[in-house]
């Protein structure tokens, strides 16, 4: 059974930084491409940051050089380094598994909230 249990997240000061987990269970982590995703309250959910299985890296506008994606296959961990934090990078963020390889198939974790006060 695949599951993804993110960490990291809490309260910080603007530009502050935080760094958030997402340690996949499972066998399906190396065949993932791996996402952040964020969603604030009232919002949809945008999509923050991916990393491919051969670590190419994309980013929304509004984190680009202030968010850096990474992953650790020797830990099945994917991590987002959020520096420089705002106010408006307030939200829970969920990290998501695609798995690449065979069935397609699409996993979520459960959330971590993010609040950074002004």
């Known amino acids: 059974q695949v599951q993804l249990v993110e960490s990291g997240g809490g309260l910080v000061q603007a530009g502050g930084s935080l760094r958030l987990s997402c340690a996949v269970s499972?066998?399906?982590?190396?065949?993932?491409?791996m996402a952040w995703y964020r969603q604030a309250p009232g919002k949809q959910r945008d999509l923050v940051a991916t990393?491919?299985?051969?670590?190419?890296?994309n980013y929304a506008d509004s984190v680009k050089a202030r968010f850096t994606i990474s992953r650790d296959n020797t830990k099945n961990t994917v991590y987002l380094q959020m520096n420089s934090l705002k106010p408006e990078d307030t939200a829970v963020y969920y990290c998501?598994?695609?798995?690449?390889?065979?069935?397609?198939?699409?996993?979520w974790g459960q959330g971590t909230q993010v609040t950074v006060s002004s």
């Open positions: 998501n598994a695609d798995k690449q390889a065979g069935v397609r198939l699409n996993y």
């Open positions: 990393i491919s299985t051969g670590g190419r890296t």
């Open positions: 499972g066998s399906i982590f190396r065949i993932s491409a």
